[in-house]
């Protein structure tokens, strides 16, 4: 990790890595700049957010797969879909996952920056739909590129919620979770039930102090104040 830090300043580990060791121990600058200036596996392009482990615990890949969170105090299990998407079509399938929500929404920010390690929560309530999309379209680069930078779109009242997350992955709760599906699948994703994504294994964040300040001009324009 101090190497990482050392080397690269925008740039910090996260998740568990196999025995216990990181993939990036021993590595040269050479192998470590080659590594994290690799954004296609395939098919897949990722983001400039995030880059997996040395040693591909997890190969990037596109696709969905039903899961399901358990709320630690009532104990009820909400289903979920996961998806990981290619860079060209991220956003595309986020904005069009919104539009079951209805018109009028919740918006939490989630941040990382400065923190290398668990997240703020911003809140803003009662935002229409259109003007949140319309504000987002205006930093693409920030959701796409910032591994500090997450989001949640949520309707308390139906409730069905989409998340946007720092390693960039679309996640959707609901007990109705079938028109997002139905996205989903309109967009080519396969249902792959033993899929593994980035987050379950070692990876690297990236985040710089220009997407920090973007970042802040984001929470103005959504009007949430941090106190």
Known sequence: MGFLKRLFKNTYRDGESRHGRSSFENLSEEQLETHLNIARYGKFRLTDAIRPSYDLQVVPSSGYRHDAYQDRDSGIKIPVLMASVSREKLLDVFFDLLDPLGNVVDVVLETSHDRRG????????????????????????????DGCT??????????????????????????????????????????????????????????????????????????????
Not at 126 to 139: E, N, T
Not at 178 to 192: E, H, I, K, M, P
């Open 150 to 227: 997450g989001l949640a779109v949520l309707n308390p009242r139906i409730p069905l919620e989409i998340q946007f997350d720092e390693h960039k992955l679309l996640i959707c709760y609901g007990h109705e979770l079938v028109d997002f599906q139905d996205t989903l699948d309109d967009y080519g994703l396969d249902c792959v039930e033993d899929m593994k994504f980035i987050t379950e294994a070692e990876h690297v964040h990236s985040s710089s102090e220009e997407f920090g300040r973007r970042f802040n001009e984001l929470k103005y324009r959504l009007g949430i104040d941090e106190d």
């Open 118 to 145: 668990g997240h703020s929560d911003l809140y803003r309530e009662d935002i229409d739909l259109p003007i949140l999309k319309s504000v987002l379209y205006d930093f693409e680069d920030v959701l796409l590129d």
